[in-house]
């Protein structure tokens, strides 16, 4: 069922996302039990009734030791006490679903899942010396739906269960739907994917034995539309990708392919860019398409042929934006898509919208790319219409302003196979201080192919993100409600094959991509956090800000 066909209730989603602020991932004595309090005396609701004597459970909320009834969409706070040393913890739920991730289990990372959300449940790796773990979970069912919690313990290869009380669901709205979702995916797919069949370029007509690998397989196709079919589910109102959709190394032929024809002078250079952009964007957007997913993309230094940027390249700049404007910001007839747009090097290749009456969703161009230089800077035209668009909405009391453009301005963030470029300037910027004074609410940015979350300035920074083929996709959930952001790391298991006797999938300026690729499982949740005010409240997993954030 589409969110938007769902009951919503705005006061009582607010009020329980507030709950969310008072930080859910609490270390030593637990202090939604009451810091400094004796552990036996904390102990005294709601004992759990156990097949063994690993572990003791309790609900903390008021009415737990009666079994009072709760109304579906509660907050239920809980607490498993461990009576022996354990190395991981699962607690499976039914009518209820776990919030975050509590603050006792080791963070996952991109590449490593360690403790996550595996739908409703939790997985949590246990940090050595942990006697105790609290937990939050919102209890999602119909009038008489039990509560249950089921809570296995490993230590080794030994595991222990036991369970916690069973509650009763009483009223309330079984459902909890956001007055709007949006999905953030940047340097999705950050590789040249396509079938080269299916475009301007001359593979087709090669004779087979001379034709290169394709750029497609049946194990992309297959991968792609799992992740893409998890994206529908969740059926957001767009999905939001902050730059690098291709790999973009267009206008060279370093294989002797001759696969978007021959490269040696500048007409020769832009007429194979113009078919490798019309051989890959097509496709892109199509999967999306296919799908029935809105999608909103940014430039990102690929769409520019990646850096660095030499002579020969930045000549091709005007020729890489136009082909990547023909795609995803005009129409049939070369017409703007969007109204509210800069004027200047930028009036095709950034914009911005509003989804809803209270959200307003700003994408730019953060790459200054003439024949004479190539720099990250937005320019002054676009600045200017930057300032315009927020001065408006703060005009017309939008509730959220979010904005994504490729590279990082908050910095340290963590990096993966990635060239680190960042904006200059940082905080200091002219860029960052436009955010500042029109209380932008959210800053979302890819090019780091990993995850972190930073706030300063009462602006959330979030980079994410990653290289389909390197195994590094994320998804950023953004759930709102009312004055609350609700945001979710979704995490894809990818595997790849790189052995050497595998022939690799084509591109035109690298070695080229594993033929044999897998999304293996279901998608893991392996950060949360609320937005609110320019503040993360309650973070956990992987979107808790390091240390000096």
Not at 105 to 126: Q, Y
Not at 144 to 162: K, L, M
Not at 202 to 218: C, D
């Amino acid at each position: 069922m589409s969110s938007r066909q769902l009951a919503r209730t705005p006061a009582l989603v607010a009020a329980l996302l507030g709950a969310l602020l008072v930080p859910l991932a609490c270390t030593g004595d637990i202090a939604s039990d009451g810091a400094g309090t004796d552990p036996a005396s904390s102990r005294t609701s709601g004992a759990a009734v156990a097949t063994d004597t690993s572990t003791t459970g309790t609900w903390l909320d008021a009415g737990a030791e009666t079994d009072e009834p709760v109304a579906s969409t509660s907050l239920i706070r809980g607490r498993i006490d461990l009576t022996e040393p354990a190395d991981e913890l699962r607690i499976d739920l039914s009518h209820a679903r776990m919030v975050s991730i509590p603050g006792q289990c080791v963070s996952s990372t991109v590449t490593r899942t360690m403790s996550s959300i595996e739908d409703a449940d939790l997985v949590c790796l246990l940090e050595p010396g942990v006697d105790r773990v609290a937990f939050t979970v919102i209890a999602l069912g119909s009038s008489g739906d039990a509560i249950d919690a089921e809570v296995t313990t490993r230590r080794g290869v030994d595991f222990a269960t036991s369970s916690l009380p069973t509650r009763t669901i009483s009223g309330g709205d079984p459902r909890l739907s956001p007055d709007l979702r949006l999905v953030s995916s940047p340097d999705f797919l950050n590789g040249d994917i396509g079938d080269l069949r299916d475009g301007p370029g001359f593979w087709k007509k090669m004779p087979r034995e001379e034709r290169t690998t394709n750029s497609i397989n049946r194990d992309y196709r297959v991968g792609l539309d799992r992740i893409l079919d998890d994206w529908e589910a969740l059926d957001p109102a767009g999905v939001l990708v902050a730059g690098d959709l291709v790999d973009g190394r267009w206008g060279y032929d370093e294989q002797d392919s001759g696969n978007f024809g021959p490269v040696d002078t500048r007409a020769e250079q832009r007429l194979a860019l113009r078919r490798a952009a019309r051989t890959y964007y097509p496709q892109w957007s199509e999967r999306f398409a296919d799908h029935g997913l809105a999608v909103f993309p940014a430039m990102g230094d690929h769409e520019y042929g990646d850096n660095p940027w030499p002579r020969r390249k930045r000549a091709l700049a005007k020729d890489f934006d136009a082909e990547w404007a023909r795609e995803f910001t005009t129409d049939s007839s070369g017409a703007p898509l969007f109204a509210d747009r800069p004027e200047g090097p930028a009036r095709l290749t950034a914009y911005a919208g509003r989804p809803t009456p209270e959200v307003q969703v700003v994408t730019l161009d953060v790459f200054d790319i003439t024949r004479e230089r190539a720099r990250i800077k937005v320019d002054r035209q676009q600045l200017s219409w930057l300032r315009g668009v927020l001065r408006k909405a703060q005009r017309d009391d939008v509730q959220w302003t979010i904005v994504q453009a490729h590279v990082p301005i908050l910095g340290p963030v963590r990096t993966r196979a990635s060239s680190e470029l960042s904006y200059p300037r940082g905080t200091r910027s002219r860029l960052w201080k436009v955010f500042e004074r029109f209380g932008v609410d959210l800053y979302l940015t890819g090019e780091v192919h990993d995850t972190t979350a930073r706030e300063a300035d009462g602006i959330v920074q979030i980079s994410h993100g990653g290289i389909f083929h390197v195994g590094l996709t994320t998804a950023l959930l953004l759930d709102f409600y009312g004055d609350r952001l609700y945001v979710t790391l979704r995490d894809y298991h990818v595997e790849r094959s790189l052995s050497e006797d595998d022939e690799r999938l084509w591109e035109t300026r690298r070695d080229g991509l594993p033929s044999r690729i897998e999304v293996v499982g279901e998608p893991s949740t392996i950060g949360t956090a609320t937005v609110v005010d320019g503040r993360l409240s309650g973070a956990s997993g992987i979107l808790v800000p390091p240390s000096g954030g």
